[in-house]
């Protein structure tokens, strides 16, 4: 009985700790992305996760979305050979922990828009999980008890 109680705890706290949902972010928000809003206070205001996707949604052709590294970040410089994402409803993957940097890469959106932010995605569950505290046990009305006793 005691290893059964175990068991069942074991098994919330599992469900718990292990898959939290990840989250679609969309990138700015209903304003999407765009050159006059300040992506930076948005995005540090968001917690972001491995295993969350962001969405940057724009009019194709008038943005893209490009990855850098911190250097290129700060120069709003995309490196030679950087494929940007074009399609308008560009979806990225949060596959990694760490900092992360985007730009967009069209005219001088990074610096004027700014188009520009950087986030650090953290590992699910790194964060210290709430204790487990007993649930509320049910009822055992529904559970029927054999009747066998020790003898
Ligand atoms: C960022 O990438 C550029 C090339 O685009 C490179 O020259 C630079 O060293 C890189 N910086 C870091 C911190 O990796
Ligand atoms: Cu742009």
Redesign the pocket.
């Known amino acids: 009985m005691a290893s059964k109680a175990f068991l069942i705890a074991v098994a919330m706290a599992a469900t718990i700790v292990a898959p939290t949902m990840a989250k679609e972010i969309l990138v700015g928000g209903e304003d999407g992305w765009r050159l006059g809003i300040n992506y930076q206070a948005w995005a540090d205001g968001i917690e972001f996760d491995v295993g969350d996707t962001l969405v940057f949604n724009y009019v194709a052709g008038n943005h893209n979305v490009i990855k850098?590294?911190?250097?290129?970040f700060q120069r709003c410089?995309?490196?030679?050979g950087?494929a940007p994402l074009i399609s308008g409803h560009d979806v990225i993957l949060l596959a990694t922990p760490g900092r992360k940097w985007y730009i967009c890469g069209v005219a001088n959106h990074c610096q004027a828009g700014p188009m520009k932010f950087a986030i650090t995605v953290q590992v699910q569950g790194g964060r210290s999980p709430p204790p487990a505290s007993a649930p509320g046990s049910p009822s055992p009305a529904s559970a029927p008890s054999p009747a066998s006793p020790c003898s």
């Open positions: 850098v590294n911190g250097t290129d410089a995309a490196p030679l950087a």
